[in-house]
């Protein structure tokens, strides 16, 4: 059997269960042998499927988003409250949310600097949302060195984190001089805050955000995650409001 073949095989057998609803009727009895056929049934069944997929080419790009929302909502489940449980103050929103919206961000992404009127907005809208920032510093030195200071302002009580972070992105790119700024700005103990950042709990914050991130198969920065949904990208007002609007959703 060559390569080709086998590929074609393997699609039409990861297909056959969302094929067999788009087929309907062109399978037929198909669909009886689906739960209880096998051997020659079964590949027979498969062979309809793929000839089937490969007159119609489009069912893949959705089929494969399917499959990628399943494993996505997968990894979100195993993450468990880890992800959604802040670091010290490091969130904004409502204490007691129904939903909480995770972001990934780093402090030199021009992409997350946009997004922070998004989220305030959706903070200033929703009473019953929280927003919950994990650092992931990936772009330069620079942005570990930010990361670690914002993980300091939040281990300085509710409502630091919030002011650094968005002093800190409105002050221009990261540069030591900006940080300290922007903690100047934020009403920090510099001081206390520069002993903070080099904390054995702050390294180990930003190694597990750095594994939830990995684990979830994230992309770059901003990513979002909302109930079970990964976002990627500065993906605006809108997006976010739906996929929040969505994880509220009953289940089942």
């Given at each position: 059997?060559?390569?080709?073949?086998?590929?074609?095989?393997?699609?039409?057998?990861?297909?056959?269960?969302?094929?067999?609803?788009?087929?309907?009727?062109?399978?037929?009895?198909?669909?009886?042998?689906?739960?209880?056929?096998?051997?020659?049934?079964?590949?027979?069944?498969?062979?309809?499927?793929?000839?089937?997929?490969?007159?119609?080419?489009?069912?893949?790009?959705?089929?494969?988003?399917?499959?990628?929302?399943?494993?996505?909502?997968?990894?979100?489940?195993?993450?468990?409250?880890?992800?959604?449980?802040?670091?010290?103050?490091?969130?904004?929103?409502?204490?007691?949310?129904?939903?909480?919206?995770?972001?990934?961000?780093?402090?030199?992404?021009?992409?997350?600097?946009?997004?922070?009127?998004?989220?305030?907005?959706?903070?200033?809208?929703?009473?019953?949302?929280?927003?919950?920032?994990?650092?992931?510093?990936?772009?330069?030195?620079?942005?570990?060195?930010?990361?670690?200071?914002?993980?300091?302002?939040?281990?300085?009580?509710?409502?630091?984190?919030?002011?650094?972070?968005?002093?800190?992105?409105?002050?221009?790119?990261?540069?030591?001089?900006?940080?300290?700024?922007?903690?100047?700005?934020?009403?920090?103990?510099?001081?206390?805050?520069?002993?903070?950042?080099?904390?054995?709990?702050?390294?180990?914050?930003?190694?597990?955000?750095?594994?939830?991130?990995?684990?979830?198969?994230?992309?770059?920065?901003?990513?979002?995650?909302?109930?079970?949904?990964?976002?990627?990208?500065?993906?605006?007002y809108d997006a976010l409001k739906a996929a929040i609007?969505?994880?509220?959703?009953?289940?089942?």
């Amino acid at each position: 059997m060559n390569a080709a073949v086998t590929e074609r095989r393997g699609i039409g057998r990861w297909l056959v269960p969302l094929a067999a609803g788009v087929l309907g009727g062109a399978i037929g009895a198909g669909g009886v042998v689906l739960a209880g056929g096998g051997g020659a049934d079964k590949m027979h069944v498969e062979t309809i499927v793929r000839d089937y997929v490969l007159a119609n080419p489009e069912l893949l790009p959705e089929a494969m988003e399917r499959l990628r929302d399943k494993q996505n909502a997968a990894a979100v489940a195993q993450s468990g409250n880890r992800l959604t449980k802040p670091f010290g103050g490091a969130w904004m929103g409502a204490a007691d949310a129904d939903v909480v919206l995770v972001e990934f961000t780093d402090y030199n992404c021009g992409y997350c600097r946009a997004s922070l009127p998004v989220v305030e907005r959706l903070v200033a809208e929703d009473p019953r949302l929280k927003v919950v920032f994990r650092e992931l510093p990936i772009l330069s030195e620079e942005s570990l060195t930010a990361a670690r200071a914002a993980l300091a302002a939040a281990k300085q009580g509710q409502g630091k984190y919030a002011a650094f972070h968005n002093a800190l992105f409105s002050g221009g790119p990261v540069s030591p001089a900006s940080v300290a700024e922007a903690q100047r700005r934020a009403g920090l103990d510099v001081a206390a805050a520069t002993a903070a950042a080099a904390g054995d709990d702050v390294t180990a914050e930003i190694q597990a955000n750095h594994a939830m991130f990995g684990s979830i198969g994230g992309s770059g920065t901003p990513s979002w995650v909302v109930g079970d949904q990964i976002l990627s990208g500065a993906v605006g007002y809108d997006a976010l409001k739906a996929a929040i609007a969505n994880a509220r959703k009953p289940k089942g």
